[in-house]
């Protein structure tokens, strides 16, 4: 399978900092795609990235596939108390990576 | 519209036991995937089926075994539970395909066995 790596694997931010999460994999991926996850809660879909070096934005979420298509990340700008959750990257939706976790503090 | 529903929400099992847990695709959904997640973990992919028939598999024994029916409804099935088997189940469905689409999660089956 396409195995896929994430770092870091925790993140604590103060509220207003940034946040970025990686996703790499040792393989070609055909899409990759992210989900968050609340505490207690289920994975939602956030994006799929499917071209080469694409770059999607969801207002304060900007994801990205790299140009060899074999990483991915997903920025947060000025964090939210509301960002809180687990980040998971998944190649085509089948091999899910460990997730970062992260905590903004007021 | 009703999402993707899974039950029972929770449950306790005894090593050794077998365990059915279900799963109802949201509207218009055809294809159905199952995960499990242990604490801390990614999901991990068990197996989805896709008009009836179980279309991929992960690296998951036989003892963990599937059904979809006409409804599109679907079943996943784990016979002599191990205690490494407490985690959470995922239910996940998706339009025809299930590939390049989004997916959708259950609220997942909590499965304690002790």
């Known amino acids: 399978g396409q195995q896929v790596m994430q770092i870091p694997q925790y993140q604590h931010v103060q509220e207003g900092e940034d946040f970025t999460t990686y996703c790499n994999s040792s393989?070609?991926?055909?899409?990759i795609q992210w989900y968050k996850q609340r505490p207690g809660g289920h994975p939602v879909f956030l994006i799929q990235l499917v071209k080469s070096g694409e770059v999607k934005k969801q207002k304060r979420l900007t994801f990205q596939f790299g140009e060899a298509k074999k990483n991915s990340s997903l920025h947060i700008t000025a964090t939210q108390t509301t960002d809180v959750g687990t980040y998971f990257c998944a190649a085509y939706a089948l091999n899910f990576g460990k997730g970062t976790s992260l905590l903004v503090t007021p | 519209d009703a999402g993707v529903t899974q039950s029972p929400t929770h449950l306790i099992k005894t090593r050794g036991q077998q365990v059915t847990l279900r799963c109802s695709p949201k509207s218009g959904h055809d294809t159905v995937s199952w995960y499990q997640q242990a604490l801390g973990q990614g999901p991990q992919f068990i197996f989805q089926?896709?008009?009836?028939?179980?279309?991929q598999r992960g690296n998951f024994p036989d003892r963990f075994s599937g059904h979809q029916f006409p409804n599109y409804s679907s079943e996943l099935n784990v016979n002599a539970l191990l205690l490494g088997d407490s985690a959470l189940y995922l239910c996940?469905?998706?339009?025809?395909?299930?590939?390049?689409?989004?997916?959708?999660f259950g609220e997942g089956s909590w499965l304690t066995v002790v």
């Open positions: 996940a469905s998706s339009p025809t395909g299930g590939t390049g689409n989004t997916i959708y």
């Open positions: 393989t070609t991926l055909s899409n």
């Open positions: 089926y896709y008009e009836e028939e179980e279309r």
